[in-house]
């Protein structure tokens, strides 16, 4: 504890540095609410303490830079809030950026001591930042004369402040160790608010795995032998914050067939009783038609499961047989000499409560008949107790039937959106990993570079190969300093919220030098991202330690990519991502006209490059979830325009609606 | 060419007036026929909603231009020349008698769609018209009190579309009487007495169920046609279960009457379901009622109206964001808290140690208790966070008993605990905090009053329960819990006991609003696994035996009638083709993959089935071309068979 104390507190200091570096950027207008909301800040310290001393070294150096990078914003914050008391500004009473109260420091120690350092030393830096956020035109000098009458208003303002900053304090961080297929390991730090989905697509950004839809975090329990995929939609924190602290469940990075199998094959799941040869021949057609009618109409229909499961009895060691029957209310079981009408049935359980996992190896724990077992309790149980109910199938298939069954009864359409979601991202991303695989070697690099697809300009950018893989992060920055070396210009003025100069701090540990800036000037993310979640952005910060890594070494992991050539379908715009295509678009088309950022971006548009996911990532972390896509999207705008087919040009357009609203 | 007689009953000149004798030649068209008729009678009138009727040929001669001949009449032939619309009496979903003008000439599905229009129900095809079952008739000698709306004053309207006055058709907005009829089209009705349900005939088994099937008219021939008279009464329901496109705004009175049917199919077991589901019902019944009273518009704006006032809504949300003041916020931020004696009893350890009284806080989701208030600022004896806990009531009125028991998650297992208040005031704040704080919401929440007040709501029911026997007004305060379930559970339960399972079911949808309450209602009701199935007794071709058919909206199923399990089923999308055979009354469908099936129809007529069948496959068909004007002939190609028109 005490280490990491005076680390902070040295990290204070160096950000007195990087702030005054940092303080300007070009950021038009629009995205800045939701850029504010997000206050990193706080960050559940003991959690972190205690998943610290865990941590192998080279986590936590990544670990660090991620702090740092929290740390950066924070103190940015920080500035700009003090900026803020002493220029208020209108605006500011919306938005969070504003003063902050003194006062009200307890639930978030850190910040405070921060607070104070930064204060002083980036003010100057700051003012820009804190007009920006609330209003796009503001001059770095607004209103100093009227102080006087505004002082009333201030302190409302601040009192405010402080209160958001309360709330904002109260969001739980943890930091969560994945494994990786090979063995491996990342670590990440995850946001309350971040769903399972958010986290994937960090780890998309890492690891340069094909992004199909079969990718999924597991939850494993090595106590009960249990293991469940989370589902996309899901918050991550909240389920690993049940585990025990001595708990010995892991988190995994893995593809899962069974995931999303039940949108890809329907047919196995909604006319299991059929044949299985006929269902193999199904026509494409007839499984859209299947979804369409159990997950589009106004109601989910549950697949119409029916039969005889071995139960393990309530604290007891034997397995009885029952008759099962699933429905969307809830698992029945005919009770023995009744009949199998609805009203005979007796509830076994109700999905309210409980998770399904998959049992693993029950015949030797539990003298199972058969090792095809799947349990239903509520996610907070851990270790055995008569709650847990354990139920065991004939074969695997049966298993299947019943684990997907009971997550469509209890997750409903969410699944479906789930995989559509899922499904998007892995279209993009197969069809940019089609068009970077020509050249083998670029396609661990950042891609990032130009649309082109070619390798080289790819390179280009990413001049500097660094040898790490990505796994390995040896961030040899620290927190400090690198942001500070490449900290880039600085002066696009346009002053910007908080957010932004956390970027470029960010970004400083890049060495491409030019065309990340680039990205960063890009506009700020537009909120428009559907796909996206919540605005705060957990994820950058995430990616932040991490990133690095992904741009600049060489692809290491080779594997995956040999994979993704193969993916088969590549839609014609790579650049098109799903999540990323609104931000980009937008800002593409909406940040031209109302900013500054005149020199910079037009070279770099046409270096820039497609590669949404890495590139975005590695030179915007820390801004909220929008920067990275922005910033490739928005190349391609000008880039892409060009060759833009139907599609493209629809998106486009569609995005410029949105964007006018 | 020679004149003969032609005799012709007018019926508006009585039913004893003998019939008028025109001397016609066989080549006179019909309109020539009316013409003489109308000057014969010297009544001067309007005639123009009068047509021909051929007795014997069980038709009417609407074609005005036809001659004598061309229809082949004559002389022997017995003519009627009455109006082609007449009252109805239509019973429609929600259990109310209407009387309206409908047309007797048209084919029936012409008939539903004006009959819809009228009330304003959107995609009539999917309702049709039913024969009431004739047991009602003789309970019905007793309750000719019974209340009919009258709608045959509303001018019959050719128009295409209704236009709407204030959010219902102009026709409904001309008097007083009129928008009571609308509010009952499209105001759901309170519960029905327990007795009323249990008086209600029950089909028992599926054959009953196939029997009503038997029942529907034929949509490709007219209401005289099938033997409806004048004043007859006819059922209105939905009959093919895809509710397209449905939209709260527009869809008012058909969500409503979609509501009823299935409120009443529940209720009557005309579908199964679970002890678990029907309390869910119960409860989204008891809620809807609830809601429904204290906003009894479910959504009479017009469409202007609502943009002003979605305007105002956006406005509004507005001026409080703007105007949350720091003192508003730190209010919000101070988290309020509970604090009260209780008493507290752990079953699961294995003490004979009772209730003990400790000092109670309950704060954000987590309840603390002390020794005493004194030392109430020190540590908790133990603090639980009922995040992700079951809440269950147990509340005896009568014997004064309010406990809260709670089953709260522990990595160990569950762990239970009970909490015994004093009073109902004490139970209702403690117990609307523990279920929010179970869903992961503080006493912040501003759900947290009206959690209380349903809490209290269902506490009153209780008493009313436990006094009276269930012969009060369903008022809002106190619907009988058997108003809300079907017959079955009145004799398995008393009301006072089905209260607190009702309650359970209750919490997940208290706020619920009524829009969103019905929908719930209708997509639960869509869950069943028997939802939407249509039962008929066939006769499969090679059997011996009568077995059952269903008919869903996407597949057909073949039910063994012994055991009662499901023994084959077809999908629409793998149908090749179907025939029938009008002769043998069969029918004989083709499957892809060389599946060919044939059956003749015992409970139904085999037009009935064909048009189940052609009807689903014509509504599968409406997703794909978006556009609002109705394909009446795709309709009846597909349904109408070799009678078609």
């Known amino acids: 504890m005490e280490d990491i104390d005076a680390m902070f507190s040295d990290l204070l200091g160096e950000m007195d540095l990087l702030t005054q570096s940092l303080g300007q950027e070009t950021v038009p207008p629009e995205a800045l609410p939701p850029t504010n909301q997000e206050v990193n800040y706080s960050i559940g310290f003991t959690d972190l303490n205690e998943s610290l001393h865990e941590l192998e070294d080279n986590d936590l150096d990544a670990l660090m830079a991620d702090l740092v990078a929290d740390l950066n914003a924070t103190e940015e914050k920080l500035a700009a809030e003090i900026k803020g008391l002493k220029t208020p500004s209108p605006t500011t009473s919306d938005l969070p950026p504003p003063p902050k109260g003194l006062s009200l420091h307890p639930p978030s120690p850190h910040p405070l001591p921060a607070s104070p350092a930064s204060s002083t030393s980036s003010s100057v830096s700051t003012p820009a930042s804190s007009a920006a956020s609330s209003l796009p035109p503001p001059p770095p000098q607004n209103a100093k004369p009227t102080k006087e009458e505004i002082e009333a208003q201030m302190k409302a303002d601040k009192i405010k402040l402080a209160l958001e900053k309360l709330k904002e304090a109260k969001v739980k961080k943890l930091v969560v160790k994945v494994l990786m297929n090979d063995g491996s390991s990342k670590t990440l730090m995850v946001d309350e608010r971040q769903n399972v989905r958010e986290v994937l697509d960090n780890l998309f950004e890492k690891t340069h795995c094909d992004c199909n839809v079969d990718w999924s975090l597991c939850e494993t329990n090595p106590e009960l032998q249990l293991d469940r995929t989370f589902e996309d939609h899901e918050n991550l924190v909240e389920p690993l914050s049940a585990w025990m602290r001595d708990s010995e469940n892991q988190v995994l990075f893995q593809e899962r067939g069974e995931k999303y199998e039940v949108f890809k094959n329907p047919q196995n799941f909604y006319l299991w009783k059929k044949d299985k040869r006929a269902l193999k021949d199904i026509k494409d057609k007839d499984k859209e038609i299947l979804i369409q009618e159990n997950f589009c109409g106004t109601s989910i229909i549950v697949p119409d499961l029916e039969g005889v499961l071995h139960l393990k009895e309530d604290g007891k060691k034997s397995w009885k047989q029952r008759l099962f029957q699933l429905r969307a209310s809830g698992i029945y079981y005919v009770p023995k000499g009744k009949t199998k009408s609805s009203r005979d049935l007796v509830c076994f359980l109700q999905f309210d409560n409980v998770n399904v996992y998959y049992g693993k190896d029950f015949k030797t724990k539990y003298k199972a008949p058969t090792d095809f077992c799947f349990v239903l309790k509520h996610p907070q149980i851990q270790k055995e107790s008569q709650y847990i109910k354990y139920l065991c199938c004939d074969d695997a298939r049966t298993m299947n039937l019943w684990v997907t069954g009971i997550r469509i009864a209890k997750y409903g359409v969410s699944l479906y959106e789930n995989y559509k979601t899922a499904e998007k991202k892995a279209a993009v991303n197969s069809v940019w990993m089609n068009r970077s695989t020509p050249s083998s070697s670029n396609p661990s690099t950042p891609s990032p570079t130009i649309k082109a697809k070619t390798p080289n300009q790819a390179n280009g950018h990413a001049p500097k190969p660094q040898p790490t893989a990505p796994d390995s992060m040896d961030f040899g920055n620290f927190p400090p300093p690198p942001s500070a070396d490449i900290l880039p210009p600085p002066p696009p003025d346009p002053a910007f919220p908080p957010p932004p100069p956390s970027l470029p701090a960010k970004s400083s540990s890049r060495p491409v030098a030019p065309q990340h800036k680039l990205p960063a000037n890009f506009p700020p993310p537009p909120m428009a991202m559907d796909n996206l979640p919540p605005p705060p952005l957990p994820p950058p910060i995430d990616d932040s330690p991490e990133a690095p890594p992904d741009f600049l070494p060489p692809p290491p992991p080779a594997a995956g990519f040999g994979m993704d050539q193969s993916l088969p379908p590549p839609p014609p715009d790579p650049e098109f991502l799903p999540p990323p295509p609104p931000e980009p678009v937008f800002t593409g088309a909406g940040a031209p006209p109302p900013p500054p950022p005149p020199p910079p971006p037009p070279p770099a548009q046409a270096a820039a490059v497609p590669r949404a996911p890495v590139r975005p990532s590695g030179s915007v972390r820390k801004v909220p979830p929008a920067p990275p896509k922005r910033t490739t999207p928005s190349l391609q705008v000008g880039g892409g325009g060009g060759g833009g087919d139907f599609m493209s040009e629809l998106m486009v357009a569609m995005q410029k609606k949105r964007g006018d609203h | ?645």
Request: proline content about 5%; glycine content about 4%.
């Open chain 2, 1 to 645: 060419m020679a004149a003969w007689d032609l005799s012709v009953t007018v019926e508006d000149l009585g039913p004893d007036t003998p019939p008028v004798s025109l001397s016609v030649t066989s080549d006179l068209h019909v309109g020539g026929v009316i013409l003489k008729l109308v000057e014969k009678t010297q009544i001067k009138r309007d005639w123009s909603d009068h047509a021909l009727w051929w007795e014997q040929k069980q038709c009417w001669l609407l074609r005005t231009a036809w001659s004598l001949e061309k229809y082949g009449i004559h002389a022997d032939a017995r003519l009627h020349f009455m109006p082609q619309h007449k009252p109805l009496k239509l019973g429609l979903p929600n259990g109310i008698t209407l009387r309206l003008h409908a047309c007797y000439s048209s084919p029936v599905f012409q008939t539903v769609m004006h009959i819809c229009r009228m009330l304003n129900i959107r995609h009539p095809e999917e309702l049709s018209l039913l024969r009431p079952i004739e047991e009602k008739k003789k309970k019905k000698d007793k309750d000719s009190t019974e209340e009919i709306y009258d709608l045959t004053e509303v001018p019959l309207s050719s128009a295409s579309r209704p236009c709407l006055y204030n959010g219902m058709p102009a026709h409904f907005a001309d008097s007083p009487q009129m928008e009571a009829v609308y509010k009952m089209l499209s105001v759901t009705q309170p519960p029905p007495a327990p007795e009323v349900i249990a008086k209600q005939y029950r089909p028992a088994s599926v054959v009953d169920k196939a029997h009503i099937n038997g029942r529907w008219l034929d949509s490709s021939r007219c209401l005289m046609q099938q033997g409806i008279q004048e004043n007859d009464r006819l059922w209105l329901r939905f009959k093919y279960f895809t509710f397209y496109d449905i939209e709260p705004k527009y869809d008012v009175v058909r969500l409503t009457q979609l509501y009823e049917q299935a409120r009443w199919a529940i209720l009557l077991e005309d579908i199964d379901c679970t002890e678990e589901e029907m309390m869910l019902f119960g409860a989204l019944q008891y809620h809807i009622s609830k809601v429904s009273q204290s906003e009894p518009q479910m959504l009479s704006s017009s469409a202007a109206m609502d943009d002003l006032e979605s305007a105002l809504q956006s406005l509004e949300v507005k001026m409080e964001g703007e105007s949350s003041s720091a003192s508003e916020m730190l209010e919000n931020m101070t988290a309020p808290e509970l604090n009260d004696y209780l008493k507290i009893f752990r079953p699961k350890r294995l003490t004979l140690k009772g209730y003990k009284q400790y000092w109670f806080k309950f704060q954000d989701t987590s309840i603390s208790y002390f020794k005493s208030k004194e030392e109430s600022i020190g540590e908790p004896i133990q603090q639980i966070n009922l995040k992700g806990c079951e809440v269950a009531p147990d509340v005896n009125m009568a014997a004064q008993k309010f406990l809260i028991r709670l089953l709260i998650p522990a990595p160990e297992g569950m762990n239970e605990v009970y909490l015994r208040c004093e009073n109902e005031q004490q139970y209702a704040q403690w117990m609307a905090g523990c279920r929010l704080a179970s869903k992961g919401k503080s006493l912040a929440d501003n759900s947290y009053q009206s959690e209380i007040q349903s809490i209290h709501s269902f506490l009153a029911m209780q008493k009313t329960n436990s006094s009276s026997h269930g012969n009060a007004p369903a008022n809002d305060e106190s619907i009988n819990t058997h108003s809300l379930v079907s017959p079955r559970y009145h004799k398995k339960y008393k009301a006072k006991q089905l209260t607190p399972r009702i309650l359970d079911a209750y919490q997940n949808v208290a706020q619920l609003s009524l829009t969103d309450a019905v929908m719930r209602f209708i997509q639960v009701w869509q869950a069943l696994p028997d939802f939407g199935l249509s039962y008929i007794v066939v006769r499969f071709k090679g059997s011996r035996k009568d077995e059952v058919l269903g008919i869903a909206p996407n597949r057909l199923i073949r039910i063994d009638l012994g055991v009662g399990d499901v023994v084959k089923t077809w999908r629409y999308n793998n149908m090749k083709q179907w025939n029938v055979n009008w002769d043998i009354r069969q029918m004989a469908i083709e499957f892809e993959g060389n599946v060919n099936i044939a059956f003749s129809c015992v409970t139904a007529d085999c037009k009935i089935v064909h048009e189940f069948i052609g009807g689903y496959i014509f509504m599968s068909t409406r997703s794909r071309e978006k556009s609002d004007v109705l394909n009446e002939e795709l309709f009846h190609k597909l349904t109408g068979g070799h009678e078609a028109l």
